[in-house]
């Protein structure tokens, strides 16, 4: 029992008659610092007491502040050097906890760490919630845009699709005539020396009128060589219609005169119609697959 008193009464009068150093200069590098910087700060303190400054194996832990490292770096008779490293986490003036160096201790010594954001922010804050990834707001916006003028760009596109289709079908209709009679061509072109003279105007000149009628809702198929004179000059110029009811004419004299058709004057006839027809069409006269 007296053994535990004296131990008692030895670490009371150790703390109490524990000496606080006299810091004669601090060095801080970098000189301005900020929350979460590391620090070497050195420390220079009088020491004109005999024994020596220990480094301490334990350091204060506190939230605002990290104590790395701290450690007697220099000693002298007159004055001894103490290096400090640390990060802040937390701006504006503050103490660090006091540090035990043996017999003697750093107390009440404070220190400035800058803020980046305010001066008065002081206390340490909970985390902030996750930030918005970039381009979040764009796509919002684009998303608004998309919700208020969707139906109305689903609309317009309904509509475009419809009226794309209206037109393709009913220019399909419209030249259907016209494959129709440029195919019947297309296998005179090719049969011209297996048919007879006759049969070649037969199929040219009756097709023709069928295609004419067809294409342009009038009767020519019924009218005579004198109607469809009238008729043809509505659709087409005068040349072309000439030389459309000369081929006519001819292929009347070949049908019911029993006139001669060389092979070169049918090419030559079946040329003109296929120029008139593709005239007629609003179409290129191109005659290579012809």
Excluded at 32 to 42: R, S
């Amino acid at each position: 029992m007296k053994n535990v008193f004296i131990l008692s009464l030895l670490i009371v009068s150790t703390t109490i008659w524990s000496e606080n150093l006299n810091v004669l200069k601090t060095v801080y590098t970098p000189k301005e610092f900020y929350v979460g910087d590391m620090v070497t700060l050195l420390i220079y303190v009088e020491t004109p007491f005999e024994g020596e400054l220990v480094s301490p194996v334990n350091l204060p832990e506190i939230d605002w502040i990290e104590l790395k490292s701290v450690n007697v770096v220099e000693e002298g008779s007159d004055e001894s050097i103490i290096r400090i490293t640390f990060t802040s986490f937390a701006p504006g003036l503050r103490i660090i906890p006091d540090i035990e160096f043996g017999e003697h201790k750093l107390h009440d010594f404070k220190t400035q760490t800058l803020s980046i954001l305010s001066d008065k922010f002081t206390a340490l804050q909970p985390l902030s919630p996750q930030m918005l990834p970039p381009g979040t707001n764009l796509l919002i916006v684009f998303v608004l845009i998309g919700v208020l003028f969707g139906p109305y760009l689903i609309y317009l596109m309904i509509k475009t699709i419809y009226q794309s289709l209206k037109i393709a079908i009913k220019k399909y209709k419209r030249e259907k005539p016209f494959r129709a009679y440029y195919k019947i061509l297309k296998n005179l072109r090719s049969e011209i020396d297996d048919n007879s003279e006759r049969s070649f105007y037969v199929v040219i000149t009756e097709h023709l009128r069928v295609y004419l009628s067809l294409r342009f809702n009038n009767d020519f198929y019924s009218a005579t060589t004198k109607e469809m004179n009238s008729l043809l000059r509505t659709i087409m110029d005068d040349d072309s219609c000439e030389e459309l009811l000369s081929i006519c004419r001819f292929a009347d004299l070949v049908k019911f005169s029993h006139n001669n058709a060389s092979t070169l004057h049918r090419e030559k006839d079946l040329r003109t119609i296929v120029d008139i027809v593709h005239q007629l069409e609003g179409k290129d006269r191109y005659y290579a697959r012809f």
